[in-house]
């Protein structure tokens, strides 16, 4: 059988799902173009979806012909259509498509989603067993490290935004490029230890009624504005994604550090108004002493 796996909407976990469905003896397939070609080729056919809604169809169209495609479950917004139902809501869209299926991303679900895969692929339960057991040490959430809160020479901002647009080196290329030109050292939320994140999250209002997106970047912003080396936020919302852009500006209200709430777009390189936040958040950092990079305010 012919399986198409998609490493995008920021994965974290490709590694686990490729060498469990090697081990299952199914033939792996990756997208054949350039991510910037597979974006044109998304951004074609759904003009009007978000930018990792697009970069995503144009990897599964790129796939070719396959039996199945898998390709990662993003933890939804509020009113997020398509984080909370995107293989539907693509088979919906467009015709043609092979059968689709999300996986979770990490945590406890990712076994039970990969035994009951493994039974549906190759009806040997003995098989699907001994596949998990190799492939158990991929499972294992990665080391927890809290990213360098400051450099020398550069003012500090959190960038805080989905994974599935700043977990992915092609959709944030350019604001990152934008950021390192301004002199800003940037810390980005899907670089944050998950537990850290988790438990700034239980601080939320009706956190365990909140949607797991939701959750992610409200932990995240208070995880990093704790930190007295962080001067501003920066909030990065997909173009053309109602649902985060309403998410960010809700949270650019509740954050006490200066923020700025942008859309980014694949290939885009300008954001003037990063300048003008610049020059706000700088003004008096330098006669200030860098705090410690885990220290908080």
Do not use: C
Request: charged share 25%.
């Amino acid at each position: 059988m012919k399986v198409g796996l998609l490493e995008t909407l920021g994965a974290r976990y490709g590694r686990y799902w490729s060498a469990f469905l090697k081990e299952l003896g199914a033939e792996v397939v990756t997208p054949a173009l350039s991510p910037a070609e597979a974006f044109a080729l998304g951004r074609e056919s759904l003009a009007d979806a978000p930018v990792q809604v697009q970069l995503a169809l144009g990897r599964l169209l790129a796939l070719g012909r396959v039996d199945l495609a898998l390709l990662p479950q993003t933890p939804p917004l509020r009113g997020d259509a398509w984080g909370e139902a995107l293989p539907d809501l693509l088979a919906r869209r467009l015709s043609g498509l092979p059968p689709l299926q999300a996986l979770p991303d990490g945590g406890p679900e990712m076994v039970a989603v990969a035994t009951d895969l493994g039974q549906r692929l190759t009806r040997n339960p003995g098989r699907v067993r001994l596949a998990l057991e190799r492939v158990k040490p991929l499972a294992a959430p990665p080391r927890e490290e809290m990213p360098p809160l400051s450099r020398a020479s550069q003012v500090t901002v959190a960038v805080i935004g989905p994974r599935a647009l700043l977990g992915d080196l092609f959709l944030s290329a350019g604001l990152r490029a934008a950021l390192a030109e301004l002199g800003l050292h940037p810390v980005f939320s899907p670089d944050l230890p998950p537990s850290q994140v988790a438990a700034r999250a239980e601080r939320m209002e009706r956190a365990a009624a909140a949607p797991a997106g939701e959750r992610e970047l409200y932990g995240s912003l208070k995880l990093l504005e704790g930190k007295s080396a962080v001067r501003g936020v920066v909030l990065a919302s997909p173009a053309r994604d109602g649902a985060a852009k309403t998410a960010l500006e809700r949270l650019a209200g509740q954050t006490h550090k200066p923020a700025l709430v942008v859309d980014v777009d694949a290939g885009q390189t300008e954001w003037p108004e990063l300048e003008a936040f610049r020059d706000r958040i700088t003004v008096g950092a330098a006669a200030r002493p860098a705090a410690p990079s885990g220290e908080d305010a």
